[in-house]
């Protein structure tokens, strides 16, 4: 039977964030430890993902999804070749620094992402990369 307060769960408020951040405007930004790696498939119209969890100060995590290959599907993308070096434990930051155009019309124009790594070994030693 149901109960009266039932109703309470379904409020917008209880609705719980996506996991995933999303690079909206140019200057945001999103760090943290990384806690997971993990690839994702070609999904529809999104091409396949090289994915970070990344634990953040309040101890949730958020997963940021970088696009593993140049349209060629054979070239590895700027991020994907640099984050063959991100390790479990690492600090990692990423900034949306610029839009580019597209070159086809109609198409959405690129982000431009910059990635930031502090190595977990480096940390420990009190040096950074």
């Not at 996991?19 to 999904?43: H, N, R």
């Not at 090289?50 to 054979?74: A, H, M, P, R, T």
């Amino acid at each position: 039977m149901k109960k009266d307060n039932d109703n309470d769960l379904f409020d917008k408020e209880n609705i719980p964030q996506s996991p995933w951040f999303s690079f909206v405007k140019v200057g945001d930004k999103v760090s943290g430890e990384v806690v997971e790696i993990f690839e994702k498939p070609v999904t529809g119209e999104f091409p396949a993902q090289i994915c970070l969890g990344l634990k953040q100060e309040d101890g949730s995590v958020l997963n940021v999804g970088l696009k593993k290959f140049k349209k060629d599907g054979i070239s590895p993308s700027y991020l994907a070749a640099r984050m063959k070096n991100v390790a479990l434990g690492d600090m990692v930051g990423f900034e949306f620094k610029k839009e580019i155009p597209p070159t086809v019309k109609g198409y959405h124009a690129a982000k431009s992402i910059e990635i930031f790594l502090k190595k977990a070994d480096a940390r420990e030693e009190g040096s950074e990369e």
